[in-house]
């Protein structure tokens, strides 16, 4: 019976043997190196696109500048195909882009520009931020009249002489001018002035274009010869001031002698003698002595508001632009005791104090001259 008994089969209680690999372990490894991929062709990409891009920024190159006009109203995109079509810039889409975002608070002016194309497309678009226009040089020199600088700009084409000379005479309302003038003459300070060439060479009218230079000077003066004044104390007014400065201004070639000028000026005024100066009546009977055309008699004689050996003190006003020098000068006048001077040939003067040394002097200077050099009756400084 023991035999007959059979004992039950042993269970395999051993746990069944898991795979080597987990089932989803392959997807996971083909998801990581997909976006590995993904991630080496961003930055494939971003490098490329960054390489482009400094490419686009960077200078076209060239040697010789480039003359843009930028219309008023133009927008970022016009501006920047203008450029790119002008050889300006490489890109008119990194322009576009580049002004879209990191630059959509910037402004650019309108104006003629010449621009370089050895500089890269930021410092092309800072000029044009700045406003650093195409600008023209203008060189008033002291002692012009008005008509002077009339025809100096007509010479240039800027604009008709008569148009300037016009301009001249509308006195603007400005607090500081003297009242009653007649025209601008003396006021319109004398310097080197710039100005973007759309406004005086353009297609402007010429009365715009006289008002600009005229605004631009009588700004100098402000800016320059009524800061002088102000300073100084002076029994003179700013009329006298200037009118006598432009008498001076005409009348002095050595800078060293513009101080004494003036002293022997403003002795005269205060002791009541005619002032005698040649420039007056040269500008009244629009003329210019030289040394062998000197003032005859008889234009000395000629009557006129601006004679000023006929009528003593000063003239109506102004007869040129003084500049600094001649103005400071009244303001600092050397002191002396003399009364007169006659010129040299040389630009230098002979200054003498009574009017027997003054006639001495002048006899001396006449035969220091070759016969016939001289015109009979010639007129002299006082």
């Known amino acids: 019976m023991a035999e007959d008994l059979q004992l039950p089969a042993q269970q395999d209680t051993r746990l069944p043997k898991r795979s080597a690999?987990?089932?989803?372990?392959?997807?996971?490894?083909?998801?990581?190196?997909c976006l590995q991929g993904i991630v080496l062709l961003l930055a494939v990409a971003v490098g490329l696109a960054y390489w482009q891009w400094q490419r686009w920024l960077q200078?076209?190159?060239?040697?010789?500048?480039?003359?843009?006009?930028?219309?008023?109203?133009?927008?970022?995109?016009?501006?920047?195909?203008?450029?790119?079509?002008?050889?300006?810039?490489?890109?008119?889409?990194?322009?576009?882009?580049?002004?879209?975002?990191?630059?959509?608070?910037?402004?650019?002016?309108?104006?003629?520009?010449?621009?370089?194309?050895?500089?890269?497309?930021?410092?092309?678009?800072?000029?044009?931020?700045?406003?650093?226009?195409?600008?023209?040089?203008?060189?008033?020199?002291?002692?012009?009249?008005?008509?002077?600088?009339?025809?100096?700009?007509?010479?240039?084409?800027?604009?008709?002489?008569?148009?300037?000379?016009?301009?001249?005479?509308?006195?603007?309302?400005?607090?500081?001018?003297?009242?009653?003038?007649?025209?601008?003459?003396?006021?319109?300070?004398?310097?080197?002035?710039?100005?973007?060439?759309?406004?005086?060479?353009?297609?402007?009218p010429d009365h715009e274009k006289a008002q600009t230079v005229v605004n631009a000077m009588l700004q100098r003066f402000v800016s320059v010869a009524l800061p002088l004044f102000q300073q100084h104390s002076t029994p003179l007014s700013l009329?006298?001031?200037?009118?006598?400065?432009?008498?001076?201004?005409?009348?002095?070639?050595?800078?060293?002698?513009?101080?004494?000028?003036?002293?022997?000026?403003?002795?005269?005024?205060?002791?009541?003698?005619?002032?005698?100066?040649?420039?007056?009546?040269?500008y009244a009977l629009n003329i210019r002595q030289t040394p062998d055309r000197r003032l005859t008699l008889a234009e000395v004689r000629t009557p006129s508001p601006y004679n000023t050996y006929l009528n003593p003190g000063l003239p109506p006003g102004p007869i040129a632009s003084p500049g600094l020098a001649s103005l400071a000068a009244v303001l600092e006048p050397e002191e002396t005791d003399f009364l007169y001077f006659v010129a040299r040939y040389d630009g230098t003067h002979v200054f003498?104090?009574?009017?027997?040394?003054?006639?001495?002097?002048?006899?001396?200077?006449?035969?220091?001259?070759?016969?016939g050099q001289t015109s009979p009756g010639a007129a002299t400084s006082p």
Do not use: C
């Open 59 to 204: 200078p076209v190159g060239g040697s010789e500048p480039i003359q843009v006009v930028i219309e008023q109203g133009s927008s970022s995109r016009s501006i920047g195909q203008k450029l790119y079509q002008a050889g300006v810039i490489r890109s008119d889409v990194a322009w576009r882009l580049w002004s879209r975002t990191l630059a959509r608070d910037w402004v650019f002016q309108a104006g003629t520009y010449l621009l370089d194309p050895s500089q890269d497309m930021l410092a092309v678009a800072q000029q044009l931020r700045q406003g650093n226009v195409l600008q023209t040089r203008l060189t008033i020199p002291e002692g012009w009249r008005i008509d002077q600088m009339a025809a100096a700009l007509a010479q240039r084409n800027w604009l008709g002489a008569d148009t300037f000379i016009a301009m001249a005479q509308v006195i603007p309302p400005l607090d500081w001018l003297p009242q009653d003038l007649k025209s601008l003459e003396g006021y319109l300070f004398p310097d080197t002035y710039l100005f973007p060439v759309e406004q005086v060479e353009g297609s402007l």
């Open 239 to 282: 009329h006298e001031w200037v009118t006598l400065a432009s008498i001076v201004e005409r009348e002095a070639v050595v800078p060293e002698e513009r101080a004494l000028i003036a002293g022997v000026f403003l002795n005269r005024l205060r002791q009541g003698i005619p002032l005698g100066a040649d420039p007056t009546v040269e």
């Open 352 to 371: 003498s104090k009574t009017l027997a040394e003054h006639e001495a002097a002048q006899l001396q200077i006449i035969r220091e001259r070759q016969a």
């Open 21 to 33: 690999v987990p089932p989803h372990s392959s997807t996971r490894r083909w998801a990581r190196r």
